[in-house]
């Protein structure tokens, strides 16, 4: 995992929006003052990831939160193996004070992708999620980067108080981590297939055996008398084919018998079903009767619609809306006229009201001038009041600068407050005399202006209702259009029922007219069916003619009809013994065989049964033939699947020993101690070697006669000295010894460098820049000693304030 930028706001020290970008910073420094917020920044990038900080002690996530925010976001943008990748943690706090993460996230971006420029690109467009909640993050990043949460912050983030467990850990939890780092799950998951594979193995021997035990013996005599069998199927063929065309022949003879029967039957069954109606004069009748009362009905309705048509005429005439609007208006204007009059009585009222709050005005304004003037004089007073207790005798007077021959009696002081609160109060009461001078003079104006134009509408509606009719006049004339109105609808009614009188009489003609189409339709019908036989032309105008002449044909059609019918019979019987002859012999033929008749009895059904014996025939002889080829494969197929059974079993049984794992774990630690000894030795100036024996780590002290001490013996500096070369062994050597699984791409110190002599930090820092300098890791420490910050090139310094903590970027 290799960090390319952190973006954080509202988490722990960072309040405001800060971003570090360590796409340049292969060998970086995060420097500045004891509790600005070094530490913060690695605690950013492990929550990120994992949604946890070591220094929390546990999973809250409260410690997020900077003070009096309520949310706090980290975005990771960081590449993992090739692939970059970026992750986001949102925490909020809700109404009720606990504190919670909001969202989590995981997106593989696309390579195009500015990283620089990532707040402005589309978050549809930024690539592909990989985890989209809280609970899909942990495995995700795990996946990605190929290391748990605490097996992370011993390799690549090494956070204060956390920096020797590595060397510390248990021998257990030490070879779990090498196993991760190293892919040595890949032989686990080999064991476990090979293991599968001898059970698969076994399992497709067993089978094997079944088959063969299914398949059995076959010997010669059985394969010689099936080709014998097949012989005497192609002589049933051959015959068949030679007799079926016959007996095809002789049933199409059979057939055109029964068709010529068949017409003949058809023609004797449509000469029969000819019946004519028997009650064709009713229907006749009936039409002239309808069309008679329809005549009669239309005379009647035109004579009444004529009448309506008269009386709605002479109603137009009348405008009996004019005149209800005429005596509306006449009592709208006698309504104004009230108004006016009470009107007049209220802007009286009014005007009363507002000459008095004037009148108030008035007084309330001399009152409040005379409250200012006794305000002034109090003022003036009460500064000499002020001033006399300070004159002394024989002293210049600090206003006239002359000299105080006697000292003036005191003055009181208590005036001035009572004058302003007479002149405050004078100025409320001059504010409210003129706020009701105001609504009085509005209100005035206001009911004037209402009278004005009630006066205005009430005259121009006199002048309206000059010359028009009186209201007499206008109700008489509504009384008429009245009058005129119910004639109207009475005439209405008459139309009415003369309309459905006509409509009654047209359909009972309609109704008529289609019985007798419906007979005609018939007729038409029975015609029809026997048109190719020649049946003689309709009359259309008489119906009943028309039926007398068809049925009179008919019976001289039947009669010969009935001739033809018996010699079709004598026929069909003739063809039938023919055909039944040929059937005879060919179904003796089969018999013979030992073939089923065929459910049909038809020619080509002799045939397919003819060919499915010699198929069958054929099928059995190769089904013997295969069986035995079978029989030999199978033989040959269990002794491959036996010798595989047995090499899976052996492979399965060495992969799952524990014994290889630690073997193979025993191996790399060994490669990684010699790198870390060689890194001690640098550090200690020759000093101390590591081994590791009995499942931990020892120190050997050359200056100490060689003597051989645990790990968890050493002070402080000698752990840290002996923990940072461990680290960097780790960092350096474990990414070549990887499988691949586990991406150390960098690696990232937080531990007491100010512990350490002048000697030693120089080694540390030549050791640093060393590991840097190869390109394949980005190292990063914590530190607030100059005299290694000054020699790393790319230096974060953070300070804090009192709005919180900042980071500038700095570049040697």
């Known amino acids: 995992m290799r960090p390319l930028r952190l973006d954080v706001v509202g988490f722990a020290a960072f309040r405001k929006q800060t971003t570090?970008?360590?796409?340049?910073?292969?060998f970086f420094a995060l420097v500045g003052p004891t509790?600005?917020?070094?530490?913060?920044?690695?605690?950013?990038?492990?929550?990120?990831?994992?949604?946890?900080?070591?220094?929390?002690?546990?999973?809250?996530?409260?410690?997020?939160?900077?003070?009096s925010t309520g949310e706090a976001r980290v975005r990771l943008v960081f590449a993992a193996g090739g692939k970059r990748y970026v992750a986001t943690r949102v925490v909020r706090r809700n109404s009720k004070g606990d504190v919670s993460t909001f969202s989590a996230g995981l997106e593989r971006i696309p390579d195009s992708v500015d990283v620089s420029r990532i707040d402005e690109v589309d978050a549809a467009k930024l690539g592909q999620v990989l985890a989209g909640s809280p609970s899909e993050m942990s495995a995700r990043v795990e996946?990605?980067?190929?290391?748990?949460?605490?097996?992370?912050?011993?390799?690549?983030?090494?956070?204060?108080?956390?920096?020797?467990?590595?060397?510390?850990?248990?021998?257990?939890?030490?070879?779990?981590?090498?196993?991760?780092?190293?892919?040595?799950?890949?032989?686990?998951?080999?064991?476990?297939?090979?293991?599968?594979?001898?059970?698969a193995a076994k399992g497709g021997l067993e089978q094997l055996d079944r088959q063969l035990a299914e398949l059995g013996a076959v010997g010669e005599d059985e394969i010689a008398a099936a080709s014998a069998h097949i012989e005497r199927m192609r002589r049933l063929e051959s015959r068949l084919k030679e007799r079926v065309p016959q007996l095809r022949e002789a049933r199409t003879a059979v057939d055109g018998a029964r068709d010529g029967l068949s017409k003949v039957e058809e023609h004797l069954a449509m000469l029969r079903a000819v019946s004519p109606p028997v009650d064709l004069d009713a229907t006749t009748g009936a039409v002239v009767e309808a069309?008679?009362?329809?005549?009669?009905?239309?005379?009647?309705?035109?004579?009444?619609?004529?009448?309506?048509?008269?009386?709605?005429?002479?109603?137009?005439?009348?405008?009996?809306?004019?005149?209800?609007?005429?005596?509306?208006?006449?009592?709208?204007?006698?309504?104004?006229?009230?108004?006016?009059?009470?009107?007049?009585?209220?802007?009286?009222?009014?005007?009363?009201?507002?000459?008095?709050?004037?009148?108030?005005?008035?007084?309330?304004?001399?009152?409040?001038?005379?409250?200012?003037?006794?305000?002034?004089?109090?003022?003036?007073?009460?500064?000499a009041a002020t001033l006399r207790p300070h004159l002394v005798a024989g002293e210049p007077c600090p206003v006239c600068d002359q000299d105080v021959a006697a000292l003036p009696a005191p003055l009181p002081t208590e005036a001035l407050e009572l004058a302003a609160k007479a002149h405050e109060a004078a100025r409320r009461e001059q504010s409210a005399a003129g706020k009701r001078l105001t609504a009085a003079e509005t209100q005035l104006q206001n009911g004037t202006a209402l009278l004005d134009e009630l006066v205005a509408e009430h005259a121009a509606a006199g002048e309206r209702l000059a010359g028009a009719p009186s209201r007499a006049e206008a109700a008489e004339a509504i009384a008429e259009a009245e009058r005129q109105r119910l004639a109207l609808a009475e005439a209405g009614r008459e139309v009415t029922a003369a309309r459905e009188r006509f409509r009654k009489a047209d359909a009972r003609v309609t109704m008529v007219k289609e019985r007798v189409s419906k007979e005609w339709?018939?007729?038409?019908?029975?015609?029809?069916?026997?048109?190719?036989?020649g049946p003689p032309p309709a009359d259309r105008r008489d119906l009943k003619a028309s039926w007398e002449d068809l049925a009179a044909w008919v019976g001289e059609r039947l009669a010969e009809a009935l001739n033809l019918h018996g010699d079709a019979k004598a026929e069909v019987a003739e063809a039938r013994a023919n055909a039944a002859a040929i059937d005879d012999e060919l179904l003796?033929?089969?018999?013979e065989a030992d073939r089923p008749v065929p459910s049909s009895a038809d020619g080509s059904d002799y045939l397919t049964e003819a060919a499915r014996a010699l198929s069958q025939a054929e099928h059995d002889y190769k089904h013997l033939v295969t069986r035995r080829e079978q029989a030999g494969q199978l033989r040959?197929?269990?002794?491959?699947?036996?010798?595989?059974?047995?090499?899976?079993?052996?492979?399965?049984?060495?992969?799952?020993?524990?014994?290889?794992?630690?073997?193979?774990?025993?191996?790399?630690?060994?490669?990684?101690?010699?790198?870390?000894?060689?890194?001690?030795?640098?550090?200690?100036?020759?000093?101390?070697?590591?081994?590791?024996?009995?499942?931990?780590?020892?120190?050997?002290?050359?200056?100490?006669?060689?003597?051989?001490?645990?790990?968890?013996?050493?002070?402080?500096?000698?752990?840290?000295?002996?923990?940072?070369?461990?680290?960097?062994?780790?960092s350096r050597q474990l990414a070549g010894m990887s499988a691949g699984t586990a991406h150390l791409e960098s690696i990232m110190l937080d531990e007491g460098f100010g512990t350490l002599d002048a000697s030693t930090l120089d080694t540390v820092a030549t050791t640093l820049e060393a590991l840097a300098v190869k390109g394949d890791r980005m190292v990063g420490v914590v530190t607030h000693v100059p005299a290694l910050a000054d020699r790393i090139p790319v230096r974060f310094e953070v300070t804090k304030d009192a709005i919180g903590a900042k980071v500038e970027k700095v570049v040697a």
């Open 588 to 591: 003796a033929l089969l018999a």
């Open 636 to 730: 040959l197929d269990r002794d491959e699947k036996r010798a595989e059974a047995a090499v899976a079993e052996q492979l399965a049984k060495h992969l799952n020993a524990r014994n290889f794992l630690a073997w193979l774990t025993h191996a790399a630690l060994e490669i990684l101690l010699d790198d870390a000894t060689a890194i001690l030795r640098d550090l200690s100036d020759g000093q101390y070697d590591l081994e590791y024996d009995n499942d931990q780590f020892h120190v050997v002290d050359h200056h100490d006669a060689g003597q051989r001490r645990p790990a968890y013996t050493l002070s402080g500096g000698e752990t840290f000295a002996a923990s940072l070369a461990l680290a960097l062994a780790l």
């Open 291 to 383: 069309e008679t009362a329809l005549t009669a009905a239309k005379t009647v309705r035109d004579a009444a619609e004529a009448a309506e048509e008269k009386l709605r005429a002479s109603l137009g005439e009348s405008d009996p809306a004019r005149f209800q609007a005429l005596l509306a208006a006449y009592d709208e204007h006698e309504k104004k006229t009230g108004r006016i009059e009470n009107g007049r009585t209220k802007v009286a009222a009014m005007r009363t009201e507002a000459d008095a709050a004037r009148t108030a005005a008035e007084a309330a304004d001399k009152a409040a001038a005379h409250a200012e003037s006794a305000l002034e004089t109090a003022r003036t007073t009460d500064v």
């Open 35 to 67: 509790g600005a917020g070094k530490s913060t920044v690695l605690d950013a990038i492990c929550f990120a990831l994992y949604g946890k900080v070591p220094r929390w002690n546990g999973t809250g996530v409260r410690d997020a939160l900077a003070p």
């Open 143 to 199: 996946q990605v980067i190929g290391l748990p949460y605490d097996q992370f912050t011993k390799c690549v983030v090494l956070p204060q108080g956390a920096f020797a467990e590595f060397l510390r850990a248990k021998n257990a939890e030490r070879q779990k981590i090498l196993e991760n780092l190293l892919g040595l799950d890949v032989y686990k998951k080999i064991g476990k297939e090979a293991g599968q594979r001898a059970i």
């Open 521 to 533: 339709l018939t007729f038409d019908t029975a015609r029809d069916r026997l048109a190719r036989l």
């Open 20 to 26: 570090l970008d360590f796409a340049d910073a292969d």
